[in-house]
């Protein structure tokens, strides 16, 4: 028989796919299902960025790249990067297959057996992992008695971290709370990450989604340029979930050292998509700017159709989701939502937070009316 190692039992398998799993058992047996668990756009990829991939097909762009990705799309990043604030030219970015893996690269990179990592919670589920499978061990600081937001809750995260947190996760706009941190909220976070030598990663893969608010990237505060590794990618933006395009920019020696993780394990990412991602951050800003003007629709109209059934959310300014109050048991909520009203949404408990269940409002607008209604009608608001 095989042993597996400690590395891979003591990770759980993603709750979120547990979810897909039975959604699409009901839906073999005839069901029709609202799906408001996943989370990713329901809009198809830009045409122009569709034709700049095959293009590069076309082209013959159908060999190995460099590792860290071509020179011309960590150009295109290093400007889309100064545009945010951040000063990174091409040698202090990675391109990789998709933010996860960044994700992935930079903890391995970073954390080892018996370090400390802290986490905003709820959040996503797969940063848990990633940390677990590294060997670190979590801190985690609730923002769920905030309205999830993190400037009220600082007293909380400066209690919770020490000289011995390695690492602190932040990501702003969030999955699953939508909630945008104020500059306020950051410098907290930048105070406490230079009193501690506390190294930060800033997630900002939703950062082109909001309603209203400018998020700031982490590390244009002052003190943060050196301690910051900042993640995106192409997949929410820019409806490229499928692509797998993502990278990370931080200071050159984090560089080198995931570099080694990135070449010997991805190599690179694939050749064509990154010509598609250079016409993604050059020529698509148009489209970006319908799809979240869409979702903001969609969001007001999630936030009217809950209120009018008696039932208050925190209202996100990012991404597209939002924390629907649910009952303790969120695990039970949800298997009785997608069993009775068959309607798909993801326990709070797997992002650190039970009494919630996830809302994903990447659909139509006829399907979140439906999802919602069928909600109430069974007795789920
Ligand atoms: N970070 C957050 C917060 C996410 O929600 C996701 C995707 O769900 C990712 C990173 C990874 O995205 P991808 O690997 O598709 O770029």
């Not at 990370?248 to 984090?254: N, Q, S, T, V, Y």
């Not at 009952?327 to 997608?338: F, H, K, L, V």
Request: charged share 25%.
């Amino acid at each position: 028989t095989m042993e597996f190692t400690d590395r891979v039992t003591r990770v759980e398998p993603s709750a979120t796919l547990a979810i897909s799993a039975l959604a699409t058992e009901l839906e073999q047996d005839g069901a029709d299902v609202v799906d408001l668990s996943v989370g990713e756009p329901d809009f198809p990829t830009p045409q122009n960025i569709i034709d700049a991939g095959q293009g590069a097909m076309d082209a013959g762009h159908t060999g190995y790249t460099t590792s860290a990705g071509i020179l011309e799309l960590r150009e295109a990043i290093s400007e889309k990067l100064a545009a945010d604030g951040l000063d990174h030219g091409p040698a202090e970015i990675i391109v990789t297959p998709g933010a996860k893996q960044a994700l992935y690269e930079i903890i391995q990179a970073l954390i080892q057996d018996g370090d400390e990592v802290a986490l905003l919670d709820p959040a996503w589920v797969s940063y848990e992992a990633m940390v677990k499978m590294a060997g670190g061990d979590l801190t985690r600081v609730d923002l769920s008695e905030t309205d999830f937001q993190l400037e009220p809750a600082l007293d909380d995260l400066e209690a919770a971290v020490s000289d011995e947190t390695e690492l602190l996760i932040v990501n702003s706009p969030s999955n699953p709370t939508g909630a945008v941190y104020t500059d306020a909220a950051l410098e907290g976070v930048r105070d406490l990450a230079v009193e501690h030598d506390i190294t930060v990663i800033s997630d900002e893969i939703y950062k082109e989604i909001t309603y209203g608010v400018e998020p700031t990237s982490l590390g244009t505060l002052e003190g943060m340029t050196d301690r910051t590794i900042t993640v995106n990618g192409f997949s929410k933006a820019y409806s490229m979930t499928g692509w797998r395009l993502g990278y990370f920019a931080g200071p050159e020696d984090l560089i080198d050292q995931a570099g080694k993780l990135h070449s010997h394990s991805v190599s690179s990412a694939v050749n064509f998509v990154q010509h598609a991602g250079v016409e993604a951050l050059e020529n698509t800003n148009d489209a970006v700017a319908d799809m979240v003007e869409a979702f903001g629709e969609r969001r007001e109209l999630v936030i009217d159709l809950l209120d009018d059934h008696g039932v208050d959310v925190a209202v996100p300014d990012g991404a597209f989701y939002m924390m629907l109050p649910v009952a303790d048991d969120d695990q039970a909520w949800c298997e009785g939502a997608i069993e009775d009203a068959h309607v798909a949404t993801v326990p709070g408990s797997a992002f650190g937070t039970p009494g919630y269940a996830r809302i994903s409002y990447a659909a139509s607008e006829e399907r979140l009316e439906e999802g919602i209604e069928r909600l109430a009608e069974e007795g789920y608001l």
